[in-house]
């Protein structure tokens, strides 16, 4: 029985074309325009968020108002800021982003969507850490459209025996 070392393995899997384990492929270029910000869209339900993110102290504006005038609950604060949090660059970014469509909590769903999407143009390297928070990930969820012959989209009528 022979044995093979470490070194054998990388050179037969080189020959075959084989790519080792340890290349990583490059990260892709950063996406900035001329002033310095990157651009990104997030979307929930039927809410469309067109974000931008540029080099700051931390504030978030949407709709040109502060994100704690728009979205008065905490809760919807928290999920807008949670891409920044998971990412550490709490106070690094400014983010100027406007939305539309839906409700409250889908609009904070599609501007959490933007940010982290526009983080990773800005800095691909924080790719893997936004995939693994599942902020990257667009939440298809929608309202189900209303049927024919039903009062809302599964419900039935009340059914009468006589």
């Known amino acids: 029985m022979s044995t093979t070392s470490l070194e054998d393995l990388k050179d037969v899997a080189a020959e075959a074309g084989v ?3 340890e290349e990583t492929a490059p990260l892709p270029e950063p996406k900035i325009d001329d002033l310095g910000r ?10 469309v968020a ?4 540029k080099p700051g102290s931390g504030k978030i504006s949407v709709n040109g108002k502060d994100h704690t005038e728009y979205f ?28 539309t469509g839906s409700g409250p909590s889908g609009q904070a769903g599609a501007v959490r969507h933007g940010i982290a999407r526009a983080l990773t143009f800005y800095e691909p390297g924080l790719r893997s850490v936004l995939k693994k928070g599942g902020f990257l990930t667009r939440d298809s969820r929608t309202v189900e459209r209303k049927k024919y012959g039903r009062k809302k989209a599964r ?3 009340q059914f009468s025996k006589r």
Request: net charge positive.
């Open 50 to 53: 067109r974000v931008w993110i």
């Open 19 to 21: 790519a080792s384990t």
């Open 38 to 47: 990157a651009y990104a869209t997030g979307k929930r339900k039927t809410a």
């Open 155 to 157: 419900r039935s009528f």
């Open 72 to 99: 008065g609950r905490a809760v919807l604060q928290m999920i807008i800021k949670q891409p920044l949090v998971a990412a550490e660059r709490n106070d690094q970014f400014d983010v100027v982003c406007t939305v």
